[in-house]
């Protein structure tokens, strides 16, 4: 735990922006059943942070799916570990993610909402690593910061379940 952690977002950086996007998704959603669904763990930070930003009347719900391990490259194999509680069926989703990164976890997720029959599902995320797409690209509505290839940690974003809790957006230095 002696790592050197460079700042890559500050604190104030992340709040502003996640101001700005709950601003535009208000604007987006006015009028229709908005139902936010937090991809656990990483998103739990990015999902509250923008909930109370956001100015209209929305539901909650949360799936917690991993494909990391303890590793920094994703497996490919997408577990779902907690399932939504409630059905989607005629709501307005949107997901909201802490990172896409190879687009594993996201391509599969679409998969398997949209076989619920919401009205609309939709992506929200933190940030975004297009360098590493792996997948057909998938398709993000909100993006609060497109990051270059480098492993991050912070605000959600763990390694190896560490460093979940740092306020802000960081890279390890290599020592
Ligand atoms: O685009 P991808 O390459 O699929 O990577 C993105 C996903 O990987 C991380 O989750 P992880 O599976 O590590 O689980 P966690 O959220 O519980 O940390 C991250 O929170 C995203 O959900
Ligand atoms: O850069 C990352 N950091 C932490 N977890 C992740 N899961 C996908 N990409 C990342
Ligand atoms: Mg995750």
Redesign the pocket.
């Given at each position: 735990m002696d790592d050197k952690i460079r700042v890559m977002l500050s604190e104030e950086e992340i709040a502003t922006r996640i101001k700005e996007v709950a601003e535009e998704i208000s604007r987006d959603y006015e009028g229709k059943p908005l139902h936010l669904i937090c991809i656990l763990k990483?998103g739990v930070f990015f999902t509250c942070e923008l909930a109370k930003r956001i100015s209209l009347p929305l539901t909650m719900d949360f799936m917690s799916v991993s494909s990391?391990g303890s590793g920094?490259v994703?497996s490919g194999i997408v577990k779902i570990i907690k399932d939504l509680d409630d059905p989607i069926e005629g709501k307005d989703v949107l997901i909201v993610e802490?990172?896409i990164?190879?687009g594993n976890?996201l391509s599969y997720l679409i998969e398997v909402l949209k076989q619920r029959n919401p009205n609309s599902v939709e992506l929200c995320t933190l940030?975004d690593?297009p360098e590493?797409r792996v997948k057909k690209q998938v398709e993000v509505k909100y993006t609060c910061f497109t990051?270059p290839d480098?492993?991050?940690?912070g605000y959600g974003?763990?390694?190896d379940q560490i460093y979940r809790n740092l306020p802000y957006i960081g890279v390890i230095e290599q020592q």
């Open positions: 990483g990391y920094t994703s802490d990172i990164d190879s976890t940030l690593k590493r990051v480098e492993f991050i940690i974003l763990d390694y």
